[in-house]
C-alpha cells in the first residue's frame, strides 16, 4: 500500500528494493533522508512519544510536538513511521528484515552484532565502541569540541565559542555514514555478507577538518589559533564589511591578485597597490593591515551583491555572506531547482532544502514527513510476512 507520504521507487532510481531501518537518534537522519530519496525504504522505528527530532523546535505556527517541528518536516521525508515499543518482538522483526540498520547505542554500549549475514548494522557512537571512552555521552556540540574544531572557531583574543550550526556536526556524521554503509554493500555484492560498522562522531568529523589535520601532519603538532574572520596566511582572504552585511573575499591565484590589485587602484588612487612584489602571498600578509585598510575601502562603499557580481566580472573569488533570507530569495538556487515544496497535513504548504546533487534522470523522489506512526501495519504486514 502507498500512503501520500511514502515515494514509490522507480526504475531509475539506484538504491529501490533496499529496506533500511533508522532506530530513534539524531546522527543518521540525514543520510537515511538521501538513501530515501534515491528508492530505498525508509522504516523510522519510533517510540509512542516519536522520533527525537518531533520534539526539536522550531515548529510551524500554530502547531507543536510531534507533528510540527521543522527539524522532522525536513529530515523525514520520503520515511516511513512506524511506531514499536522499544524491545519488543515487532521491533526485532523489523529489525532482523532490514539490509542496513542505523543505530545510535546508548551507553553502557554494548557492541551489536547484525541480525543475519547479509546485514549491515552502522553503530553511531560519540567516540566509537571501543577504547576508554566508548560509554562516554556526548552530542553535537562535544563532537565539535573533541574534534578540534571549536578550538580553532572564534578570535585570537577570546574564548574558543560554539558554532553556529545547530547538529552540524551528526549531518557530517551522517555523511559518512552513508557513505560507509554504501561501501559495505558493496562489500556484500562481492563477500555474500554484511558487516558491523563502528562509526565515532569524534573521528568522523576530524577526518574532514584540515585545521587538525594538515597543519598537525606538517607543522610538527604546531596547532593553528584562532584567527577570527580573516585567515592568517595572506590578504585579502576572509570576510569585509560592506553596506548590507559582509563579503567574503579570498585571493590565492596571482591572476585573482593582479585583478584585485586593479580594482583597488582604481578605488583608492593608491597605486602602490600595483607593485609587483605584492603577488607573493607572504608579502601581503606582512602588509596585512595596509592590505585589509584599501580592501575595506572597496567593500565599504558597495552592497554585497554588488560585489558578487563586480567581482565576478573581474575573475575575483567574492561571494556574500547569505543570510537565510538570502538563500531564499537566490534566483540560482531557484533556477538549479535547488527547493522542495511540498504540502504537510499538519505543518500546511512549506519549503526545504532538495537533493545536494544531481544526477541521471529520475535518481530523486520526494514526498512529505509522515505522521507518527502513519506507517505502523502496512511495513510490519509487508516486512514480517511469512516471518
Keep these: 500500500m502507498t500512503t501520500p507520504s511514502s515515494p514509490s521507487p522507480t526504475a531509475a532510481q539506484p538504491w529501490a528494493g ?23 525504504e525508509v522504516v523510522v522505528l519510533e517510540p509512542p512519544g516519536g522520533h527525537a527530532y518531533r520534539h526539536l523546535p522550531p515548529f510551524a505556527p500554530g502547531t507543536g510536538e510531534p507533528e510540527g517541528s521543522l527539524w522532522w518536516a525536513f529530515l523525514a521525508q520520503n520515511k516511513r513511521s512506524v511506531v514499536v515499543e522499544p524491545g519488543s518482538d515487532a521491533e526485532q522483526a523489523l529489525l532482523a528484515a532490514a539490509d542496513v540498520v542505523f543505530d545510535e547505542p546508548a551507553p553502557p554500549v554494548v557492541t551489536p552484532t547484525p541480525l543475519h549475514d547479509r546485514q549491515v548494522y552502522v553503530a553511531i557512537t560519540p567516540f566509537g565502541l571501543h577504547g576508554p571512552r566508548a560509554n562516554w555521552r556526548g552530542s553535537d556540540l562535544v563532537a565539535w569540541a573533541a574534534a578540534g574544531l571549536s ?33 559495505a554493500l558493496f562489500a556484500r555484492k562481492q563477500t555474500g555478507r554484511g558487516q558491523l560498522v563502528d562509526l565515532s562522531m569524534q573521528q568522523a568529523n576530524a577526518a574532514l577538518h584540515p585545521e587538525v589535520g594538515v597543519p598537525l601532519v606538517l607543522d610538527d603538532a604546531v596547532h593553528r589559533g584562532r584567527s577570527g574572520n580573516r585567515r592568517a596566511v595572506s590578504r585579502p582572504w576572509g570576510l569585509y564589511p560592506c553596506t548590507d552585511g559582509y563579503a567574503s573575499i579570498i585571493i590565492v591565484q596571482p591572476a585573482h591578485w593582479m585583478n584585485m590589485a586593479a580594482w583597488l587602484v582604481e578605488v583608492t588612487g593608491v597605486d602602490a597597490l600595483a607593485d609587483p612584489a605584492f603577488n607573493d602571498m607572504a608579502v601581503r600578509w606582512e602588509a596585512a593591515e595596509f592590505i585589509d585598510d584599501m580592501t575595506e575601502q572597496l567593500t565599504t562603499g558597495m552592497s554585497k551583491q554588488e560585489l558578487f557580481v563586480e567581482g565576478q ?7 556574500p555572506v547569505n543570510t537565510v533570507a538570502d538563500l531564499g530569495r537566490d534566483p540560482h538556487l531557484e533556477a538549479s531547482g535547488f527547493w522542495l515544496d511540498a504540502d504537510h497535513p499538519v505543518i500546511g504548504p512549506h519549503r526545504s532544502p532538495g537533493a545536494p546533487f544531481s544526477g541521471g534522470s529520475g535518481w530523486w523522489s520526494w514526498t512529505r514527513a509522515p505522521l507518527l506512526g502513519e506507517h505502523t501495519d502496512d511495513v510490519v504486514a509487508r516486512w514480517t510476512a511469512g516471518s
Design 313 to 319: 566580472r573581474r575573475n575575483i573569488p567574492i561571494t
Design 151 to 183: 578550538y580553532v572557531t572564534g578570535f585570537p583574543d577570546r574564548p574558543p565559542v560554539a558554532l553556529s550550526s545547530m547538529n552540524f556536526a551528526s549531518h557530517v556524521t551522517a555523511m559518512q555514514a552513508l557513505g560507509a554503509a554504501m561501501m
Design 18 to 40: 533496499l529496506k533500511v531501518v533508522e532506530r530513534d537518534g539524531l546522527c543518521s537522519s540525514y543520510a537515511t533522508r538521501l538513501w530515501a530519496a534515491l528508492g530505498a
